[in-house]
């Protein structure tokens, strides 16, 4: 408790907060800080820039060893407004994995949910409850909470990629629980199609009939291709007329997001157009995967700007102001956490701008 | 009311009758009929010779303009166990439509809600709410519940397709109202993409975000194209083992059936293949698209099969059992008033047997 | 088919007509009355006066036996619209039944869903599975569709009341199932709380943790006691300044309506008070237990005006405007198939005038 | 980051790990704890007595004034494990609230969600949204999120209350907003039945038509009373025989938790009753409203055993076992964070063993 602002030299007061203290209370009107007319936000934008994700990717594929026990070879983004907090922002976990040619990542579980989404390379397997994922350029895959999940690498070369995790909100909410998979050495199994998306990426609104019974909580497809993003992408752009487009991924049987704690979207800017100032709460991870941008995070004095290109890793924190101007053609995909928020009646989004070309 | 169960001799219960029939009251114990052990349907099994459709389309074609007041040349499959009614079971309206080159056939909108399904042919452009939804082979095209819709065919040739309605429903709920389109000469609009599809076609659980806002009790998605079905069909076959795909068409945004009155489905039976024999509360009707098949409705006795291919509408009854042996590779498309009865709580599916190879 | 509008003295059309005839095809260009710009309604506004349905009540007793086979003494509203149809609307049946003291009317079960609404009197039990509900004055009982019921009456005095079920609907969609219970001698269970209302009657959102599970597709509560209707309607009645007030019966649990078909609401209006005309999509059956009123069904010249009393049950067809003036304070139950119509997307209310005093 | 795992001696490792710190990246492989085969709760099993928190809010009644700046005279759980934070559990805000006579606690309103439980006493005043709710005994009052709201105390005794908030929640999602009411004069309104209680207060399943529109995210219903609660757990004791009752409460209208972030639920334990043991993931504070219990927490070496009575709060941490043994009829309010574990897959719940008489 800081200095009182009640009666520092009533012996009374005094006699009451000992008392208080010693019964396991504090006074409200002495604390400081609970209630805030808008959101004291911790974590602070920031930008991992691709380059040296990469390099230090590759440095720690060197020195440090994947298997039972390290289990991932993985660089957790650690806001620097947290305070040695390995998160990107307090809710979501962000990082960049590696694995070089012919690695397995052993399988695990645990409830906290992950997904991963490749910025460049190619070549690794994820498999999800057995079911093989192949990881491509622009993919996003998902290893949703609860599920057995390992990566192997097949192939001679090293392959990197981002992780998001909701770990921060699971943490938070006391519900933590792991469990290593099978000891035997991991399947490495691979097929032409993994079974996710034999039965679920069929094409929007085509659903099976007599399937494998739905998962709760989460999307039945784990597997979303950069080619399907890319025609989707390309053809909403032809309905708009904004140089801008945005996609959500979802569960494409029963909608939503694809977790319960995470949405996941992609944006595409044309060279030359700036979207419309947006802020929300809740907090963002964006990474880029295609083409160059500005990035404006913040308003008036504490804006701050990032030059950003393919790979690189921004931190947008709650309540943040964002605008993006493309350079190139900017392809940006964002893992929030807005699902937690909108469920919970949290969620403000504030638009001050309409979409400009 | 028949022959009265009891005492027809009784003057004081033919005073009673007499009393009964001048105040508008029906003596339960004398009616017949009205609570059965199982469903008693007055539709019955038939098939339309998609042959006769298209020679029949072709005849009206030459006979019978189309415009403002004919509306629409149309035949439509009139069950013969429905003493005159025009309606292929008790629940649809099916029927085949044919527009000729050049014509139009203006607009107007309705609360029965139509799709329709195009066996062979393509080239007319159906315009929903003025977006202009080309038609081609093995597509689906949705002209939902009080849209405005009219089709054009540009080209020289003729087009035949199946237009399938819940006209029964919405009767028998009263609740049938129609409006004609502006009376100036029909649009005759094509586009490249329709918007609907601009912004929903893109893929398995890609969709937009901040987009049109979406419309209520109905998919936004209004053209299912054959190219992604057959895609879908082939890779649901690959997780099953049995010879058999079955898709569902739904709402790519929130799941669920592409319209609250009519399910539509397709299934492929690959050749040889028998599936296993099912039933249904409430009326269904298949349309052949590829391949040739016998289709097998009833039990015992009163079963018959009909040997099918493509362009037959097969009328199937409520409660009525259903097996099917492809000849040579069958894709069949179905639309049934499942989701009525679901809704209310009488949806009621029988398996006799399980697929077999 | 009536004349043809096209070419009746055309020997080519003849043929075609011909052709179509043996085809079981109709064309649609000669089809009348299929979509009008309004509903065309065949059911009638109709008043059956309580005084006759008591008299009437009471002489089937004398005269008709209440038992297996014959089942239930009942007298249903025949809407003098519907060409000798035993419905009060084309979507509903209403009735009155009537149990002579001592007498049992032995159990069964039908998909059609029913409810009970007692005006006057006393003392039957209706068994819901087995769960014994005690008819009072003001009750609303409900026997969901497929669940066993039966009514005994422990006492010396007759007993009538009035049923409302979905019987139309479900046989439009061919879904009728029907049942006997066990033929051993009835059930006569009594308790002072039925099973139902000791777990689900506690008290607005109070809901058990850990009970029977729920029931799909209708309320876990049975019955609605007038002395909570009273009260609610009461409180309700303060909170608004209109003379009137309105509520519904929902499931307690999940909210929504009873059961998926019926909708069962109960108005009270002031003396003198006049509520809006209103009118909706789908047929509705009012019935007053309370007060005097002029219920005014129609508009323009077919208005038709109604006096109504305690016991009156009236059919209101669909979009048929409607308003009521009340004499003595007036309590009104109105059961509609609104959530059918709602869940199609069929649902149309207008309102044409605000609430008056 | 403690003790490196790998290579504390290795200078390219110590070179490597430099250039993550500069970089603001962290080596997962050096983490600890971030990933437990069972949730590692900070906060422990606590009580604070009823005698001394009524005793101690007395105390500082006298020493503490209440009014804009200070707003609340408010005393807080602070769960001894989570070192100073002012949390009964990680998840849950607890605390006690006390007012003197004539007192006004001002207006305002914030995102994280409140609740009072009331203990004994009454005739303070809580206006929600003006809205004026009467406090007693035994009742349940919400303030949901962003509501104003202010507590008046007309008459002169003092009165002591408990609140629950989700603050922990919504801060950890940097969610926190905060907002003055009017500043002139606090309302001082009473009435004889809150707006939201004359319109949603009717009964089980009984709702208004037409009324008012629902809020989003919560109850309409603001004040579950006593009686009500009283009369529910009798009767769904009548119907249990187990010598326990349960019941949530929840939105009497769309059914679901009363908040989307706190449930509430109250039991009744007969003297003598043991109930099962559970757990699940998540927080609870419990709240003794009636009767003596010995209340075991957790299991084998750490089990504590508390033993309650009145006025006594219990904080229950994440995953910690629960049983209850009455001494005297206990009634046990208990608010937990199910809702927002529940919406996001994170609830597990475990029963060890059948309820036992």
Request: some cysteine.
């Given at each position: 408790?800081?200095?009182?602002?009640f009666?520092?030299?009533?012996?009374?007061?005094a006699?009451?907060?000992?008392r208080l203290?010693?019964t396991s209370?504090q006074?409200l009107?002495?604390l400081?800080?609970?209630?805030?007319p808008?959101?004291?936000v911790r974590?602070?934008?920031h930008r991992w820039?691709?380059?040296e994700l990469?390099?230090?990717?590759?440095?720690?594929?060197?020195l440090?060893?994947v298997?039972r026990?390290?289990?991932?070879?993985?660089?957790?983004?650690a806001?620097?407004?947290?305070?040695?907090?390995?998160?990107?922002?307090?809710?979501l976990?962000?990082?960049?994995?590696?694995l070089?040619?012919h690695e397995v990542?052993?399988?695990?579980?645990?409830?906290?949910?992950?997904?991963?989404?490749?910025?460049?390379?190619e070549?690794?397997?994820?498999?999800v409850d057995?079911?093989?994922?192949h990881m491509g350029t622009?993919?996003l895959?998902?290893?949703?909470?609860?599920t057995?999940?390992e990566h192997?690498?097949?192939?001679?070369d090293?392959?990197?990629?981002?992780d998001?995790?909701?770990?921060?909100?699971?943490?938070a909410?006391?519900?933590?629980?792991?469990?290593?998979?099978?000891?035997?050495?991991?399947a490495?199994t691979?097929?032409?199609l993994?079974?996710?998306?034999?039965?679920y990426?069929?094409g929007?609104?085509?659903?099976p009939?007599?399937g494998?019974?739905?998962?709760?909580h989460?999307?039945?497809?784990?597997?979303y291709?950069?080619?399907?993003?890319?025609?989707a992408?390309e053809?909403?752009m032809?309905?708009?007329?904004s140089?801008y487009?945005r996609?959500?991924?979802?569960?494409p049987?029963?909608?939503?997001?694809v977790m319960?704690t995470?949405?996941?979207e992609?944006?595409r800017?044309?060279?030359?157009?700036?979207?419309?100032t947006t802020r929300q709460t809740?907090?963002q991870?964006?990474c880029?995967?295609h083409?160059?941008?500005?990035?404006?995070l913040?308003?008036g004095d504490?804006?701050?700007?990032?030059d950003v290109?393919p790979?690189d890793?921004?931190?947008?924190?709650?309540?943040t102001?964002?605008?993006?101007?493309?350079?190139?053609?900017l392809?940006?995909f964002?893992?929030?956490?807005?699902p937690?928020l909108?469920?919970?009646?949290?969620?403000?989004?504030?638009?001050?701008?309409?979409?400009?070309?």
């Amino acid at each position: 408790m800081a200095t009182p602002k009640f009666g520092a030299a009533d012996p009374d007061l005094a006699a009451l907060y000992e008392r208080l203290s010693e019964t396991s209370l504090q006074p409200l009107w002495e604390l400081r800080g609970l209630l805030t007319p808008e959101p004291v936000v911790r974590s602070v934008p920031h930008r991992w820039a691709g380059k040296e994700l990469r390099e230090l990717g590759a440095k720690a594929g060197e020195l440090i060893p994947v298997d039972r026990g390290g289990d991932r070879r993985v660089l957790a983004c650690a806001n620097p407004g947290l305070d040695g907090a390995p998160y990107a922002v307090s809710t979501l976990w962000a990082a960049v994995q590696y694995l070089r040619g012919h690695e397995v990542a052993p399988a695990h579980r645990h409830t906290p949910a992950a997904l991963r989404f490749i910025v460049e390379g190619e070549g690794v397997w994820t498999l999800v409850d057995g079911d093989p994922l192949h990881m491509g350029t622009g993919d996003l895959v998902l290893t949703p909470s609860w599920t057995f999940h390992e990566h192997h690498n097949p192939g001679p070369d090293p392959m990197i990629w981002m992780d998001v995790l909701d770990l921060p909100v699971v943490a938070a909410l006391d519900a933590v629980f792991f469990e290593e998979g099978p000891s035997e050495q991991a399947a490495r199994t691979t097929a032409p199609l993994s079974s996710s998306e034999a039965w679920y990426a069929g094409g929007a609104g085509l659903v099976p009939v007599g399937g494998p019974g739905l998962p709760s909580h989460r999307s039945p497809l784990l597997a979303y291709r950069w080619a399907d993003t890319e025609l989707a992408l390309e053809r909403q752009m032809s309905a708009r007329e904004s140089g801008y487009a945005r996609l959500r991924y979802t569960d494409p049987v029963r909608g939503g997001d694809v977790m319960p704690t995470m949405r996941c979207e992609v944006e595409r800017v044309r060279p030359g157009t700036t979207t419309p100032t947006t802020r929300q709460t809740g907090g963002q991870v964006a990474c880029v995967l295609h083409g160059t941008a500005q990035i404006k995070l913040g308003a008036g004095d504490a804006v701050q700007v990032f030059d950003v290109e393919p790979g690189d890793i921004v931190a947008i924190p709650s309540w943040t102001p964002r605008a993006i101007t493309a350079g190139t053609q900017l392809d940006l995909f964002t893992t929030s956490d807005a699902p937690v928020l909108e469920a919970l009646g949290l969620l403000r989004v504030e638009t001050a701008l309409k979409e400009s070309a």
